[in-house]
């Protein structure tokens, strides 16, 4: 049995393309997810998946990125697939782990997106080390409404954690939101 996995980072993405050539690659099962693939937490339709795999089975992506960021992640991911007996392949690159190739190839190809990624976070840090400099970045925008923190404080008299939980919001944004601390 062949089962796909698409994966897209961020929401205005779409997976249909990847569905599509996984549908072309003769999976019978295709599950897709609209998050980071940088860490293997929250990622709900590949647990699932791994989940259900059997002796014989093959798991199958487009490409490595749509499975692993990080080569732990990624090494983790062939383990559990090894340890049930099932195989993974890659539609867009000559990725089997059914041969030695396949998995030198695999194991390279998943150095390559962990350096992708870091690239991608070195440059960004730089990016706003930049806008720093300048004055232009101030972080983001506050979520949280420090008026209506200091109202439950002072009008209802209610504490720290009442307060984080009516609001939803962890007590440490109470504490700055009432000291004025913007760090």
């Not at 990847?18 to 980071?36: D, P, Y």
């Not at 998995?103 to 390559?112: W, Y």
């Not at 962990?114 to 232009?136: C, D, M, P, S, W």
Request: aromatic content about 6%.
């Amino acid at each position: 049995m062949l089962y796909g996995y698409a994966r897209v980072s961020t929401i205005d993405q779409d997976p249909a393309l990847q569905e599509k050539a996984l549908r072309a690659a003769g999976c019978n099962i295709v599950r897709s997810e609209k998050v980071s693939g940088t860490r293997r937490d929250g990622r709900t339709e590949l647990e699932l998946l791994l989940a259900f795999i059997r002796p014989g089975d093959t798991l199958v992506v487009t490409r490595i990125d749509r499975l692993a960021r990080s080569i732990k992640d990624l090494q983790d991911i062939m383990f559990t697939l090894k340890e049930r007996g099932a195989t993974f392949k890659a539609t867009e690159q000559p990725v089997d782990t059914k041969s030695a190739a396949g998995k030198a190839f695999l194991d390279m190809l998943g150095v390559f997106a962990e350096f992708e990624t870091n690239l991608r976070r070195e440059r960004q840090l730089e990016g706003i080390a930049a806008a720093k400099a300048r004055g232009v970045y101030k972080g983001r925008k506050s979520s949280i409404d420090p008026a209506d923190i200091r109202r439950l404080h002072g009008e209802e008299k209610l504490g720290a954690t009442a307060i984080a939980r009516q609001l939803g919001i962890g007590r440490a944004s109470v504490y700055r939101a009432l000291t004025g601390d913007r760090t």
